[in-house]
């Protein structure tokens, strides 16, 4: 979609399913803009027609998840381009292999993700380790290399840490206990206030982290294996 305008108006079909939508628009860096409602266009930015707002750059892709009433993902499109102007503009670095495209599916038949804080939902970790968490915000993205940061109502963080598999290094990070059915290799390690499960599949080193001492193991190592099930197969 090229022309569109600084501020064009997304559209997409429902889907019979999904209690809500969740938009993302990616530029030539990563991560732009997003935006979740149930509603099925928006404009962007999530301003009225002749309001300011932030501004569509050339290089820019955009793509929406179906979500159901859990805030799980129903539904995914694919990534598509969107341009200010009548340019596309150049290809974005993310593109070569960071976000997999919608067509292709991990393993368990879940939906390819676009993002990196498409890996989990507040509404998944909530289930998983208890607490009120809110929409995550993401870091840098590009081919190998991500983090996302979940904060919950009082304060906690969780961190998925995502790059390439050749950093990986579970005895640098103090790793000591190993862990079945995440990845091709996991541990569980503690630091401080931290506990960390750590692992690696594919062509990706994994960290997910929560700056709380007393947090439920098993609901931990449950969000890190629907990670691990959400990454591009190897």
Known sequence: MVGAGRAPTFEWSPVGTADAYRLSVLGPDGPMWAWQGETTSIRYGGVSDGTNGPSLVPGSWWSVAALAADGSVVALSELRS??????????????????????????????????????????????????????????????????????????????????????????????????????????????????????????SSVMLAIDFSRVDQDGLVHLAALVAGRLPAP
């Open 82 to 203: 969107v341009s200010p102007t009548g340019e596309s503009g150049p290809a974005p670095a993310w593109a070569d292999g960071a976000v997999p495209p919608a067509s292709s599916s991990p393993p368990g038949g879940q939906a390819a993700v676009v993002g990196w804080c498409d890996m989990l939902t507040p509404a998944e970790i909530a289930d998983a380790i208890g607490g009120d968490w809110l929409e995550p915000t993401e870091g840098r993205l590009d081919a190998h290399n991500g983090w996302c940061d979940w904060t919950s109502a009082r304060g906690t963080l969780l961190t998925l840490t995502i790059s390439p598999a050749a950093h990986f290094d579970p005895a640098g990070w103090d790793a000591d206990e190993p862990i079945a059915g995440v990845g091709a290799e996991a541990y569980w390690a503690a630091v401080g206030w931290d506990r960390r499960v750590v692992f690696v599949q594919g062509e």
